[in-house]
T-cell receptor
Framework: EAQVTQNPRYLITVTGKKLTVTCSQN?????MSWYRQDPGLGLRQIYYSMNVEVTDKGDVPEGYKVSRKEKRNFPLILESPSPNQTSLYFCASTINAGGNSYNEQFFGPGTRLTVL | AQKVTQAQTEISVVEKEDVTLDCVYE???????LFWYKQPPSGELVFLIR??????QNEISGRYSWNFQKSTSSFNFTITASQVVDSAVYFCALSEAYSSASKIIFGSGTRLSIRP
């Protein structure tokens, strides 16, 4: 079954304790991205990756890191989490970016993070 | 700049009423895609519909219908004979075909509550 998986699904942590949220897709997609969802703001893109070892900042990258060492995985790293990073996080993947034909984006189930 | 506006933050109706969720978008591209997603209380994003900018035909799927009007940059969503299971947050979103980030721009969402 084609899917995007995220782990953990729920996480409560404390300020400053490094954490990683994993994202994995089994569709051989080149493009992956991370979004955060906050009340009244919808979803905003944090980082994206167009292929292995190619990453770039989205709209709200401060406080986050990503890596893309393998095509299927795109972990989101919070080196020193702070309470303002409490949010619902979604990973997404698509076969490639841009062009004038639509490439469907697949979303993971979400990770609810609370930073105390 | 691209933008999606969902002016209705919350809507509450009684079961069996019809309800329309408004969506207004801004883009300079001539080729773009519009979406509606549903987010039930469980938190996952459920894809409902995608429309490309060259297809202004209205769409009906069971109790759901969508009205796409390029002249007013709107893509409204109507639920007919609403049911309690329709209670969720609904997001309208936009993706520009030639965006290098291939990201989806989300509106802030409309929380729909259907009262029995």
């Amino acid at each position: 079954e084609a899917q995007v998986t995220q782990n953990p699904r729920y996480l409560i942590t404390v300020t400053g304790k490094k954490l990683t949220v994993t994202c994995s897709q089994n569709m051989n997609h080149e493009y992956m991205s991370w979004y955060r969802q906050d009340p009244g703001l919808g979803l905003r893109q944090i980082y994206y990756s167009m292929n292995v070892e190619v990453t770039d900042k989205g709209d709200v990258p401060e406080g986050y890191k990503v890596s893309r060492k393998e095509k299927r995985n795109f972990p989101l790293i919070l080196e020193s989490p702070s309470p303002n990073q409490t949010s619902l996080y979604f990973c997404a993947s698509t076969i490639n970016a841009g062009g004038n034909s639509y490439n469907e984006q697949f979303f993971g189930p979400g990770t609810r993070l609370t930073v105390l | 700049a691209q933008k999606v506006t969902q002016a209705q933050t919350e809507i509450s109706v009684v079961e069996k009423e019809d309800v329309t969720l408004d969506c207004v978008y801004e883009t300079r591209d001539t080729t773009y895609y519009l979406f509606w997603y549903k987010q039930p209380p469980s938190g996952e994003l459920v894809f409902l519909i995608r429309r490309n900018s060259f297809d202004e035909q209205n769409e009906i799927s069971g109790r759901y219908s969508w009205n796409f009007q390029k002249s007013t940059s709107s893509f409204n969503f109507t639920i007919t004979a609403s049911q309690v299971v329709d209670s969720a947050v609904y997001f309208c979103a936009l993706s520009e075909a030639y965006s290098s980030a291939s990201k989806i721009i989300f509106g802030s969402g409309t929380r729909l509550s259907i009262r029995p």
